[in-house]
């Protein structure tokens, strides 16, 4: 007979959903969680997912005592589209300045994918001492082109909307490397119903133009970031991705040799709820010893 699933500490954490507006006038919808006055970690989703991508890595990291911002980057989610497309990492970068401004005690950084690019930008030009530490989830200076240009297409074909819900899934399954199954529940909540009737992921179709997934020399200024950094960081990747490969990792860890690495084993670009588990054990293990030591 089935069973109810347990109570856990988790369930009982509470999200609130707030609205940064940046200097420029861009509003970013974001959850905020646990107290304000313990370490703050700040998340950053993937191109094409939304803030809530990190729900139970929010729940988890508040469980174990730190305070917690994730938000949707312009374009994505709730936030504001940008009305003349500027979705460049340059932009990027200067919402997350605006988040991080806006903590109460220097933060912590988690990026992956897009957001992990956004992530390292960022913390390479903020002063020594302003971000306590940054973790990249499945990003890194140099990527798998092949791997990218996956990703490219999943967001070329969606940006013309799908018939259904289950269409969309289809697609999310084939691209995103990802199992739905039946549980069309979880996507619900990103997706929307647009004029022409037509069911569409909540980003900005804009952002499937391959200049902002694929920018010109984005290695080379990444290399120059991961040089720059002047925080603790600690990359960490699945075993089976296409995006970051062992190439990927050495050539981090050269540009940046005191980085960390940590590896989930079977884990490919976007991870399954069982490995978002591993995910948070290894990040928190390296956030108690990077950040609560310096609080």
Not at 41 to 64: D, N
Not at 135 to 163: C, H, Q, Y
Request: proline share 5%; charged share 25%.
């Amino acid at each position: 007979m089935p069973q109810d699933d347990p109570i856990r500490p988790t369930d009982a954490v509470e999200i609130q959903a707030v609205t940064i507006t940046t200097e420029e006038g861009m509003r970013l919808a974001a959850d905020i969680a646990g107290d304000p006055w313990q370490p703050r970690l700040i998340f950053v989703h993937g191109g094409g997912q939304s803030r809530r991508s990190w729900r139970k890595a929010v729940r988890t990291m508040v469980t174990a005592g730190y305070s917690v911002v994730s938000y949707d980057l312009r374009g994505h989610g709730e936030s504001d589209w940008s009305p003349d497309a500027d979705y460049g990492l340059d932009a990027h970068v200067r919402d997350l300045g605006a988040v991080i401004r806006a903590a109460p005690t220097p933060p912590a950084v988690i990026g992956a994918s897009l957001g992990g690019r956004v992530a390292l930008a960022a913390a390479a030009e903020q002063a020594a001492g302003t971000v306590r530490a940054l973790v990249l989830v499945d990003m890194a200076p140099r990527v798998a082109r092949a791997g990218l240009e996956r990703v490219a297409r999943f967001l070329d074909v969606s940006a013309g909307g799908f018939d259904s819900i289950q269409q969309a899934a289809a697609t999310l399954e084939r691209y995103a490397e990802r199992e739905i199954g039946h549980n069309y529940f979880r996507l619900s909540h990103s997706l929307t119903t647009g004029h022409d009737g037509r069911i569409y992921w909540k980003w900005d179709p804009r952002l499937a133009q391959p200049a902002f997934l694929l920018p010109e020399n984005i290695e080379g200024y990444l290399s120059d970031c991961a040089r720059a950094l002047r925080c603790p960081a600690l990359l960490v990747r699945g075993t089976k991705s296409d995006i970051v490969d062992d190439d990927s990792v050495a050539h981090f860890v050269r540009t940046q040799p005191s980085a960390e690495v940590a590896e989930i084993e079977g884990a490919s670009h976007l991870m399954s709820t069982g490995q978002l588990s591993v995910f948070c054990d290894a990040t928190l293990t390296f956030l108690d010893r990077m950040v609560r030591r310096t609080a």
